[in-house]
């Protein structure tokens, strides 16, 4: 059950009538159909005027149908037994799936026994990850390879690097590529993203993070890496103890919140001579060897925007914090404050790189790199869950993605990137019944994804006005993290 979704009372035969499929494949319209689901599964796609027989209706009035959304970099799990209040937001916004990009032991060994939470109109964990990479389990080759050998034998579908070095990164890369366990997550700054695709890297999150990407597309590429400094980590225990993971966690929950705010000024100048030293070309080769290594991105764009404006109005001042829980909010507006202190020359250098990570995402799209839509949610200040994935559209496009780009960035693509191409993503008979309705052609504007008349998961709908009375709900008693 559900603090927030009350159960639907169309559900099982269902029959979507009058829609406009939108194939994000190949990007076809086809008006005038119905969608018939049973058992949470499409049963057909038909030209529309067939008897009902004994299914709901639900009218479709020629609007247009998608696949619902997948969010590729998420940690509403962070929150295991208090997750109702985000899953609820990620199904008011046609999202139904996730890539978890933090877990534990425990996490593992919950989703093996069918423990985890799944209130009313839940999504579906796609994919997780075990304890992330840091200094507590991965200081060394030799504990970076213990800890990829002890998420492989936990049952981790992929190994996300968090807080390395060149050293323990590539070492737990090439533990993961023998054991056949994927590996992905932030680039440490001291590596060169092209050793790290050809090294085999399944994912690189938030364009790096930090200036690594962006040095191998300056033409002063040397002076930029010899300019960036090496984070300084909190103290983190380097021995075992009962709870060290927990405690490894707050120790950095205010980084985790808004690493932006821990920019130094030396960073800043790295930044600003990245930026300032861009090369087209060599984007373009990195792009193409990103191509040719398969090396995925997520650029969550919308949490490098939360991080580089932190104290912008725009986030501080978001109408939708209202869904948030009181205790989130205040972690959040602590961070604010701290980002607010930064030296006008950090912030600055911070602002002006945003153009940067937009040219950089369009490079990417345009050179075919494989990318997917995530953004960050949960626990990152000024992100809204299920909304953000809105937010990224939007930044999408100003990057310049088109419409029918970003569509596939949220549902093929993310069938491919987690090696399930053809099992979601598509409105087609076997497909599971997971869809949007929307008021508008998404290939004519991506605004219009975020036009939803209605959402189905797993044959189970609501309308418009059942998602807005979840979001009153909400606002009513705040509880998303």
């Known amino acids: 059950m559900s603090r927030y979704v009350e159960p639907s009372a169309i559900n099982g035969h269902v029959r979507v009538k009058d829609v406009t499929v939108v194939d994000p494949l190949d990007g076809r319209?086809?008006?005038?159909?119905?969608?018939?689901?049973?058992?949470?599964?499409?049963?057909?796609?038909?030209?529309?005027?067939?008897?009902?027989?004994?299914?709901?209706?639900?009218?479709?009035?020629?609007?247009?149908?998608?696949?619902?959304?997948?969010d590729m970099h998420m940690h509403a799990l962070n929150t295991p037994k208090d997750v109702d209040g985000t899953y609820a937001l990620m199904l008011a916004n046609g999202v139904v799936g996730f890539r978890q990009m933090s877990g534990n032991r425990e996490l593992l060994k919950s989703r093996?026994?069918?423990?985890?939470?799944?209130?009313?109109?839940?999504?579906?964990?796609?994919?997780t990850a075990g304890d992330l990479l840091t200094p507590l389990n991965a200081?060394?080759?030799?504990?970076?390879?213990?800890?990829?050998?002890?998420?492989?034998?936990?049952?981790?579908?992929?190994?996300?690097?968090?807080?390395?070095?060149?050293e323990t990164f590539l070492?737990?890369?090439q533990e993961a590529n023998r054991l056949g366990i994927q590996l992905g997550g932030h680039l440490p700054s001291d590596l060169d993203p092209r050793e790290a695709a050809r090294a085999g890297v399944w994912s690189i999150e938030h364009l790096g993070p930090g200036v690594t990407v962006f040095a191998a597309a300056s033409s002063k590429e040397s002076e930029v890496r010899a300019g960036n400094p090496t984070r300084k980590l909190p103290p983190i225990p380097k021995f075992k103890i009962?709870?060290?993971?927990?405690?490894a966690m707050k120790l950095i929950k205010g980084m985790i919140t808004n690493p932006a705010t821990g920019t130094s000024e030396l960073e800043a100048h790295a930044y600003n001579l990245a930026d300032g030293s861009y090369d087209q070309h060599k984007a373009e080769e990195l792009a193409a060897l990103f191509v040719a290594h398969s090396t995925w991105q997520c650029p969550t764009l919308i949490r490098v925007h939360t991080q580089q404006f932190g104290d912008s109005p725009e986030h501080t001042q978001d109408p939708r914090r209202c869904y948030m829980?009181?205790?989130?909010?205040?972690?959040?507006?602590?961070?604010?404050?701290?980002?607010?202190?930064?030296?006008?020359?950090?912030?600055?250098?911070?602002?002006?790189?945003?153009?940067?990570?937009?040219?950089?995402?369009r490079t990417f799209a345009d050179a075919g790199v494989p990318m997917v839509a995530g953004t960050d949610a949960c626990g990152a200040a000024g992100i809204i869950p299920g909304f953000a994935l809105h937010d990224e559209f939007d930044h999408l496009?100003?990057?310049?993605?088109?419409?029918?780009?970003?569509?596939?960035?949220?549902?093929?693509?993310?069938?491919?990137?987690l090696g399930e191409e053809g099992?979601?993503?598509?409105?087609?008979?076997?497909?599971?019944?997971?869809?949007?309705?929307?008021?508008?052609?998404?290939?004519?504007?991506?605004?219009?994804?975020?036009?939803?008349?209605?959402?189905?998961?797993?044959g189970s709908w609501w309308s418009r006005a059942d998602l807005d009375a979840v979001l009153e709900r909400i606002a009513a008693r705040p509880g998303a993290h």
Do not use: C
């Not at 799944?118 to 579906?124: D, F, K």
């Not at 100003?398 to 780009?405: K, R, S, V, W």
């Open 29 to 70: 319209r086809t008006p005038g159909q119905d969608v018939l689901v049973e058992g949470g599964r499409i049963t057909s796609v038909t030209a529309t005027g067939a008897p009902a027989g004994d299914a709901h209706v639900v009218e479709g009035q020629g609007r247009f149908v998608v696949p619902a959304y997948m």
């Open 112 to 127: 093996s026994r069918g423990t985890l939470p799944r209130p009313t109109g839940a999504p579906a964990l796609k994919a």
């Open 139 to 166: 200081s060394t080759v030799a504990g970076a390879v213990q800890a990829v050998r002890e998420q492989h034998r936990d049952g981790a579908d992929f190994v996300k690097a968090g807080m390395t070095t060149r």
């Open 171 to 173: 070492a737990a890369l």
């Open 242 to 247: 009962p709870g060290a993971d927990k405690l």
């Open 325 to 361: 829980a009181p205790e989130e909010l205040r972690t959040w507006d602590k961070s604010v404050k701290k980002f607010s202190e930064l030296p006008d020359v950090t912030r600055n250098a911070l602002h002006n790189h945003w153009a940067a990570q937009l040219r950089m995402t």
């Open 397 to 417: 496009a100003e990057a310049g993605l088109d419409p029918l780009t970003i569509l596939r960035m949220t549902t093929t693509e993310p069938a491919r990137f």
């Open 423 to 458: 099992a979601f993503g598509r409105i087609a008979p076997g497909m599971p019944a997971d869809l949007v309705l929307l008021e508008e052609d998404p290939l004519e504007d991506h605004t219009a994804l975020r036009r939803i008349a209605g959402v189905m998961r797993e």
